[in-house]
């Protein structure tokens, strides 16, 4: 099982430019999420999916996108990336809601000029 | 406001050595509270989840504590190793709530 994977693992945008965050995970589960980490803070919840079709905002969802299609993929887009969403993404999968683990990827380093 | 707060921001120890962090939150109502450990460069991976009732909670060198009175928790990690290395979170979850609050994190650097 490669468990939860990222796609790209770094990227250099231009302001403005948009650009789109794949996240898969072969371990069946319904509950997906996209966190950013920034240097000194928690990690940030920006959107989470609780099954396929389905999406939802969480505590910083401004200037993204997200898209469940398939249960196994769950896709963060930028539409008109700023130097402010310069930040390490992770995405994150989980069998059930609050009480079960949430298992990570490696996360996406993005640099937005 | 829902808040988690960690301490120390960042311990050096020796390879051998034991040491604790402590956390503290302000999460209501409360559903558990989970340890996450973040390598450098490397997504979180869960060490413990511990629910309202548990008081205590082990994986291997790892003994994550409870106290859903004062609102606190601590993580003893015993005779540290190298490969200890890595930022240690604490997440709490509220009732109802997919939104985990985590903390910022404690750094702890072992030295051989």
């Known amino acids: 099982n490669a468990g939860v994977t990222q796609t790209p693992k770094f990227r250099v945008l231009k302001t403005g430019q948009s650009m789109t965050l794949l996240c898969a995970q072969d371990?069946?589960?319904?509950?997906m999420y996209w966190y950013r980490q920034d240097p000194g803070m928690g990690l940030r919840l920006i959107h989470y999916?609780?099954?396929?079709?389905?999406?939802a905002k969480g505590e910083v969802p401004d200037g993204y996108n997200v898209s469940r299609l398939k249960k196994q993929n769950f896709l963060l887009g930028l539409e008109s990336a700023a130097p402010s969403q310069t930040s390490v993404y992770f995405c994150?999968?989980?069998?059930?809601?609050?009480?079960?683990?949430?298992?990570f990827g490696p996360g996406t380093r993005l640099l937005v000029l | 406001k829902n808040q988690v707060e960690q301490s120390p921001q960042s311990l050096i120890i020796l390879e051998g050595k034991n040491c604790t962090l402590q956390c503290n939150y302000t999460v209501s109502p409360f559903s558990n509270l989970r340890w996450y450990k973040q390598d450098t460069g490397r997504g979180p991976v869960s060490l413990t989840i511990m629910t309202f009732s548990e008081n205590t909670k082990s994986n291997g060198r790892y003994t994550a504590t409870l106290d859903a009175d004062t609102k606190q928790s601590s993580l003893h990690i015993t005779a540290s190793q190298l490969s200890d290395s890595a930022s240690y979170i604490c997440?709490?979850?509220?009732?109802?709530?997919?939104?985990?609050?985590w903390g910022a994190g404690t750094k702890l650097i072992i030295k051989p």
């Open positions: 997440v709490v979850s509220a009732m109802g709530n997919y939104q985990l609050i």
């Open positions: 999916s609780v099954g396929e079709g389905t999406t």
């Open positions: 994150a999968s989980s069998y059930g809601g609050e009480k079960e683990t949430q298992y």
């Open positions: 371990m069946n589960h319904e509950y």
